[in-house]
């Protein structure tokens, strides 16, 4: 089973980047799509982002596209999320987790939520 563990979260001023880490544990971390997920203050968890585990495909939330960008490195077991142009409404606790996607939708794969990472963004 994977396990992951989430850093980069912080406090920042809209317009500005951040970049999580995603480190994964488990024999099996490149036969899976994995993605970040957040959730924000009284509302559930929501798709983010989510890569394949070895097409190059990507799925983007429609909010974020043009922003943010997914990849990884499978040798290290670890997915980035370059976050820029962020925005107050991006602040959430995010999560990253094996995923699934399509064209209009992602969603959460052997679903158990880690601790996740604070990024809070301020007007």
């Known amino acids: 089973q994977l396990q992951f563990v989430e850093s980069g979260g912080g406090l920042v001023q809209s317009g500005g980047s951040l970049r999580l880490t995603c480190a994964a544990s488990?024999?099996?971390?490149?036969?899976?799509?994995i993605g970040w997920f957040r959730q924000a203050p009284g509302k559930e968890h929501e798709g983010v982002s989510c890569i394949s585990s070895s097409e190059g495909r990507a799925y983007y939330e429609d909010s974020v596209k043009g922003r943010f960008t997914i990849s990884r490195h499978n040798a290290n077991k670890t997915v980035y999320l370059q976050m820029n142009s962020l925005k107050p409404e991006d602040t959430a606790v995010y999560y990253c987790?094996?995923?699934?996607?399509?064209?209009?939708?992602?969603?959460?794969?052997?679903?158990?939520w880690g601790q996740g990472t604070q990024v809070t963004v301020s007007s």
């Open positions: 987790a094996a995923c699934s996607f399509g064209d209009v939708l992602m969603g959460i794969v052997f679903g158990s």
């Open positions: 488990g024999p099996t971390f490149e036969h899976y799509n």
